[in-house]
Nanobody
């Protein structure tokens, strides 16, 4: 199991980035996957995930309307399109994967401790 994030960069406020999380060693669309971020000195927070049972994509309130989770099963990759970026979006962005059953979503999100595999992260810096 291997997850590799890419696409992080330095961008001005109001700009856009598209992050990618490429998976290898398994077929991505069978499992639960989500995006998280961690700002310096802060706890890791959920950004977005798709609920594997109801198919709904959930977003943190702070990113709703600006970020979009998508996937390309042919490329075994998920994406996070980030628009209207703000300085408070700065942080390391991670994708995470849960393969084994027996997990439960809380208000649409799978908690970070329920994920089994993590990518190395990609840095997003929003600054003028």
């Amino acid at each position: 199991v291997h997850l590799v994030e890419s696409g992080g960069d330095l961008v001005q406020p109001g700009g856009s980035l598209k992050l990618a999380c490429a998976a290898s060693g398994f077929t991505l669309n069978y499992y639960a996957i989500g995006w998280f971020r961690q700002a310096p000195g802060k706890a890791r927070e959920a950004v977005s995930n798709t609920h594997n049972t109801n198919g709904i994509t959930y977003y943190a309130d702070s990113v709703k309307g600006r970020f979009t989770f998508s996937r390309d099963d042919a490329k075994n990759t998920v994406y996070l399109q980030m628009n209207e970026l703000k300085p408070e979006d700065t942080g390391v962005y991670f994708c995470a994967l849960r393969m084994s059953p027996g997990y439960f979503y809380v208000d649409g999100f799978l908690p970070p401790y329920d994920y089994e595999y993590w990518g190395q992260g990609t840095q997003v810096t929003v600054s003028s």
